[in-house]
T-cell receptor, first 114, second 111 residues
Framework: NAGVMQNPRHLVRRRGQEARLRCSPM?????VYWYRQLPEEGLKFMVY????????ESGMPKERFSAEFPKEGPSILRIQQVVRGDSAAYFC????????????FGSGTQLSVL | KNEVEQSPQNLTAQEGEFITINCSYS?????LHWLQQHPGGGIVSLFM???GKKKHGRLIATINIQEKHSSLHITASHPRDSAVYIC?????????????FGKGTLLTVNP
């Protein structure tokens, strides 16, 4: 019974390149959430998705960031034209329901922008 | 907007000691989460509580809704408990995902 799987664990990009972060939720979970942890700061909510739907993207930066959770395959967090300030740990979590439940987190993707 | 404060920021203990990590928040919440983040980054959800007290093994979490305060206790601490402990507030009327996170408490337990 695999947990939440994120890949890659580490991703290095040069400024201006695109970063794609993947998240496969726990089996049976249809709710996926992305969080960002900037150096020396707490985790911050970015986006909540269900299959084929973005439910809440109020934490997403307005430009360059997008997320999807297709019918088949993992959820993808995409950052276009990365800048140094995007360097952070990005965590994905999943749950069976969006309320009254613990979240199950992945191991995160550490993005470094050179 | 909820503000979540944790104390202490850093805590060093000797193996076997009783540990307390505190968390306070500024506005009413529906639940409080305690998370553990190990070196290497993975995050594990330890507790989700909205009142009273929960216990799991050597870990105990308590919450006082009136005082807007929660504590995480570790009894008979062990070096493998070394990690960052994060509390996160789930705002009233919100959902479990839109949490306000504290900055974490780095716990080091020495043998």
């Amino acid at each position: 019974n695999a947990g939440v799987m994120q890949n890659p664990r580490h991703l290095v990009r040069r400024r201006g390149q695109e970063a794609r972060l993947r998240c496969s939720p726990m089996k049976g979970h249809s709710h996926v959430y992305w969080y960002r942890q900037l150096p020396e700061e707490g985790l911050k909510f970015m986006v909540y998705l269900q299959k084929e739907n973005i439910i809440d993207e109020s934490g997403m930066p307005k430009e360059r960031f997008s997320a999807e959770f297709p019918k088949e395959g993992p959820s993808i967090l995409r950052i276009q034209q990365v800048v140094r300030g995007d360097s952070a740990a990005y965590f994905c979590a999943s749950s069976k329901h969006p309320t009254n439940e613990k979240l199950f987190f992945g191991s995160g993707t550490q993005l470094s922008v050179l | 907007k909820n503000e979540v404060e944790q104390s202490p920021q850093n805590l060093t203990a000797q193996e076997g000691e009783f540990i307390t990590i505190n968390c306070s928040y500024s506005v009413g919440i529906s639940a409080l989460h305690w998370l553990q983040q190990h070196p290497g980054g993975g995050i594990v959800s330890l507790f989700m509580l909205s009142s009273g007290k929960k216990k799991h093994g050597r870990l105990i979490a308590t919450i006082n809704i009136q005082e807007k305060h929660s504590s995480l206790h570790i009894t008979a601490s062990h070096p493998r408990d070394s990690a960052v402990y994060i509390c996160a507030a789930e705002n009233s009327g919100g959902s479990n995902y839109k949490l306000t996170f504290g900055k974490g408490t780095l716990l080091t337990v020495n043998p």
